[in-house]
């Protein structure tokens, strides 16, 4: 089995090189990541200039690009066969319910998806602990699980994992997505010279977290796996745009 990482907090990031050093006991890995930290970075494309890909003394591959283009550069040139499954992570912090619009993790994993290869894309829902060797060892356990059952067609699956001993998970789960409450305020500040600043505001708290979400599953220390899908039609909504158009 061939598996190629990536992920959105750059190339040196601590969950990238655990989950590297896991799976490297059961397939061959190859890691194409940004150069720099790209979290929200979502599922951009650089357009605009060329890309470079350099490797570092750990063997990884980095690109001055975002997570997308390393898994698209990876698959459709860099890499001399395609790879087996495409993993994105260890994000160190959770991508649940509205997050997987913005996040860079599960940008890397679609576009794996979008070429036609299975992806996962593999959270940690850090609270400081920084059990990476949990989220690793679940990423491992589905891997394999992929290359003794094939789906049979791509699959696109958001993973969390809750930041404890892999012996105090609760299980695994397949979820759907919940819904958080709108971002906090952005926070203005200004720089030494007077000019105002603004950080982008934290993520709301949970409002759907109800039975069968990630959110849920994660409160109750279980694996949240929650398969996505990239058709953003709104089929429900159709026929009333057909009426409202005539």
Known sequence: MHILLSNDDGYFAPGLEVLADTLAAIAKVTVVAPERDRSGASNSLTLDRPLTVRRASSGFFYVNGTPTD???LAVTGLLETLPDIVISGINDGANMGDDTIYSGTVAAATEGFLLGIPSLAVSLVANGKD???TAARVAADIAQRFARKPLGE?????INVPDVPYEQLSGIEVTRLGKRHKAEPVVKSSTPRGEAVYWVGAAGSAQDAGDGTDFNAIARLAV????LQM???RFAQLQAIRD???
């Open 231 to 233: 058709d953003l039609t």
């Open 244 to 246: 409202w158009i005539a």
């Open 131 to 133: 059990y990476f060797a």
């Open 224 to 227: 949240s796996v929650t398969p």
């Open 70 to 72: 390393c898994v698209h």
């Open 154 to 158: 791509p699959a696109l699956l958001n």
